[in-house]
């Protein structure tokens, strides 16, 4: 059994144009010693700035990509393939041999690394983080995509642990997900009554598998 997990619509980019001369976002640029444009957006950092860009309630929480990472990352033998889709579109490949910082703001230094450079390491052959050029239309191909939504029809999670499944769990805070996302992946389901914030649904499904193989 091997679970393949994308995080969608992550809330993980670079600062966008619209605000880089915002002072919140060159204040803290100037702290860490980096130009604006090489540092990440975090709404715990540039509130009132973001206030001014389109879809603001859902962007900018590069902490819910750290918590989804370190948990899908820590199941190594039941991991198949690893992406992350983000806020504007791009696709990240990471490899299960990576292993995310915990700490957050080493966690952070490697994404703006990742998402100005390209690839981690930098000019690797075998990186462990990498941005590809392909569309996320072109990444579900060879899977059956599942998007794990709200509104979607409940299911046990141990439906879930199918190795041609490609699981879709949100990664941003607020609001829906895109018109991309939404028009890929139109089989949708529900593990539970309740909002599940993006670690609790990758807990759940994770758990619920492992219970399914016999392990502790």
């Not at 995080?7 to 966008?16: K, N």
């Not at 994404?111 to 075998?126: A, D, W």
């Not at 139109?186 to 539970?192: A, D, Q, R, V």
């Amino acid at each position: 059994m091997k679970l393949n997990f994308i995080l969608l619509d992550s809330a993980l980019e670079l600062v966008p144009k619209e605000i880089l001369n915002d002072p919140s976002v060159i204040k803290n640029a100037e702290r860490r010693g980096k130009k604006p444009q090489d540092t990440i957006l975090d709404i715990s950092l540039h509130y009132h700035a973001m206030r001014k860009l389109k879809d603001w309630q859902k962007r900018g929480r590069p902490d819910i990509v750290h918590m989804a990472m370190i948990m899908i990352l820590s199941e190594k033998e039941i991991l198949g393939d690893f992406y992350i889709h983000t806020y504007d579109s791009r696709i990240i490949k990471v490899e299960k041999d990576m292993n995310p910082p915990k700490n957050y703001n080493r966690f952070i230094g490697l994404m703006e690394q990742l998402l100005k450079l390209g690839q981690i390491p930098p000019n690797s052959s075998r990186p462990l983080m990498k941005i590809l050029n392909v569309k996320l239309s072109d990444i579900v191909k060879k899977y059956k995509p599942v998007l794990l939504s709200e509104d979607g029809s409940k299911i046990d999670p141990t439906y879930l642990c199918n190795e041609n499944f490609l699981l879709g769990i949100g990664a941003f805070q607020h609001g829906d997900f895109s018109e991309e996302v939404k028009g890929i992946f139109t089989e949708h389901y529900s593990i539970s009554k309740r909002s599940l914030e993006t670690q609790q649904v990758v807990c759940r499904i994770i758990s619920s598998c492992n219970y399914l193989l016999g392990w502790p």
